[in-house]
């Protein structure tokens, strides 16, 4: 089924649903409801997340600017600033995904990734590569290669095809 639309075509597609709002069986339909209830759970629980994180940041910065020297952060104080940072924006990159799915019943495949991408750069923003063996280098940058290639892969936009020129 394809619907022209100006010198490109639009094909018409059914939306997929993780967990579809109809379905025949009222047992399946009772489920989904117990999901979709659990789901909002999980978001007021990750705001409450986000909250102590964004109070953790400010009681770490407030305790390292504190600490002899005051008003001084040395590359340990500021690594681990960026840490706490880091944790809080991932959480809040976690609820963005709980409120996608709450809204569209479809889990935001893009968002996820990005998510992961961003967890694992955290991750590497806080190496100690004093102590990190190679091996484990090597490893944690096969996984951003991954999730590298599939976040672009996944962004493309498909091209549409001109049927006005191949009939």
Do not use: W
């Amino acid at each position: 089924m394809d619907k022209r639309i100006g010198s490109g075509v639009k094909s018409a597609h059914i939306a997929h649903e993780e967990l579809p709002a109809e379905h025949e069986d009222n047992f399946i339909k009772v489920l989904h409801s117990i999901i979709h209830f659990a789901v909002r759970i999980l978001a007021v629980l990750m705001v409450v997340v986000i909250l102590f994180g964004v109070a953790d940041v400010i009681l770490v910065l407030y305790r390292r600017l504190m600490a002899p020297p005051v008003m001084l952060l040395n590359m340990n104080d500021i690594l681990a600033l960026f840490s706490t940072f880091l944790v809080v924006l991932i959480a809040i990159e976690i609820f963005l995904n709980i409120t996608l799915y709450i809204r569209k019943d479809v889990l935001p495949i893009k968002l996820v990734v990005a998510t992961a991408l961003m967890a694992v750069s955290r991750k590497i923003i806080v190496f100690d590569f004093n102590q990190i063996d190679p091996l484990y280098i090597f490893a944690t940058a096969s996984v951003v290669l991954a999730l590298g290639i599939t976040y672009s892969l996944i962004s493309r936009k498909p091209k549409q095809v001109d049927t006005e020129h191949r009939e």
